[in-house]
């Protein structure tokens, strides 16, 4: 435990002092629960001592996973730990990372790849960045118009009743649409590095589908899909709540799958910054985690869904009808206006799972589908790139200030649990959920290039060769 000297005081005195006169104001119950409101760094829950800085700008994108940093900050999480946070809703996922880089933006709502691709230079100048915080889990979904769904259930009404809905009827109409000479058809995800671009490839892709070559795939920022599959600019697009279901509810297309049936319990956004950043703020750094940590935890208990709602779906943050909001977050999704909602009570996980801690495996799979994809072209040490870039060891430390459970180990293999199971490598037994993709592939972080090679459709910029010796 850390201590802030005081001029001319010995801290350990000074601490004791404050110890003495709690129990003489409040007893000793009072003292246990000063104790515990003390931060590393020496920084007091009920003010900003030992915090190298109070004031902070975090940027968030307008979807339903921002909430975290919305709800730390309306409900007082980050008043609790002596900061001061200002909310700043960005337009796209480019303002996030050119203003978290010239440090316009303390720290913000990123989508999972960012920091990776930041850190390696991949799409944007090189800029090291990391994340310590994992903000949620799912969430994501692909929709399609109207009139592409009814031709995908002409081509193939067997495959469009399974679940999870595979692309094979998608993979008929493309394949006779392009067959026909015209345009290849557009679809769209909200940036080049994100879980919507890898989540909407991985679909199509594992039916025959390349996404390079046979359709057109465009960036567009979620708060503009809906209005562009109006528009008929697009004919399907992978993206976060709500932006699926104000398509649906306004009767423009269908979700023909979520992320969490692409992959369960797959990473989605984190809280990034600067490493420079982090170095110099180590413990306003840890402050605003144990913050995040408190709101997700309250976040998750089912009684306060609806407080999130009503949170989140303000002007100022998320801007959509709470009625929309809440589908997802409420534990439901609706698919099409013409049918019911279906439970889907892990669509949105804020806490539970160990949703929270920046799991380096998770980092790796992203990297793979970077060098899967032709954005990484020199061979990496991947495990390496990993390492710098997503950090446990700061989230251990906020955990453990709050006598959290957490992880013990930083990789975990994916896609071998079809049913919820316990992590039993943590400091306490921690429930997880279901780690499956649907096409039944498992991803084992001790062997991702040969990962990279078990798949049929890629589109590499880096030999295997190299990628091996890289990684050997």
Known sequence: MFETQTPGKNPRQSRRSFLEK??????????????????????????????????????????????????????GFFKKYGLNGRISKEASWANIRDKVNIGALDAAHMLAG????????????????????????????????????????EADPEAMLERPTSARALKKVIDAHNASGAEPMTFAQVFPVSTHNYEIRYWMADAGIDPDKDVRLIVIPPP???????????????????????????GMGKTI????????????????????????????????????????????KPENRMEVVKIISQRSYVNAPEDVVKMSMTGTFQYSRDEDP????????????????PWQSHAKWFITQMIRWGQIDKAIDITKAAKSVYRPDIYIEAAKALGVPYPTITEKVEGTHDAPWTLTE???????????????????????????????????????????????
């Not at 889990?137 to 109207?146: A, D, P, Y």
């Open 114 to 153: 960012m920091p990776i691709a930041a850190t390696l230079g991949v799409g944007a100048l090189e800029k090291p960045t990391i994340t310590a915080y994992s903000m949620d889990l799912n969430g994501n979904g692909i929709t399609v118009s109207n009139e592409l769904y009814d031709r995908m259930m």
């Open 22 to 75: 709690s129990v003489k104001l409040a007893g000793v119950a009072a003292t246990v629960a000063a104790a515990r409101t003390l931060l590393p760094g020496g920084a007091w829950a009920a003010g900003s001592e030992g915090l190298e800085k109070t004031d902070l700008t975090l940027g968030i994108i307008p979807l339903t996973d921002c909430a975290v940093l919305v709800v730390a900050q309306e409900k």
């Open 342 to 357: 279906r439970p889907l009570p892990d669509f949105n996980v804020f806490y539970r799972y160990a949703a929270t801690y």
């Open 224 to 250: 503009q899909m809906v209005a562009n599959l109006r528009a008929g600019n697009i004919v399907g697009y992978c993206v976060g709540e709500p932006w699926n279901e104000r398509a649906v509810q306004a």
């Open 257 to 300: 799958i979520t992320n969490y049936e692409i992959w369960n319990n797959n990473p989605e956004k984190v809280v990034g910054c600067n490493l420079e950043w982090a170095e110099k703020n180590p413990n306003t750094h840890r402050a605003m985690i144990m913050a995040l940590l408190e709101a997700a935890q309250w976040m998750d």
């Open 426 to 472: 943590a400091t306490k037994p921690i429930e997880m959920g279901s780690d499956k993709f649907f096409n039944g592939k498992v991803f084992d972080p001790s062997d991702p290039v040969g990962y990279i090679d078990s798949f049929g459709v890629k589109a590499l910029a880096v030999s295997m060769d190299a990628l091996k010796v890289a990684n050997s």
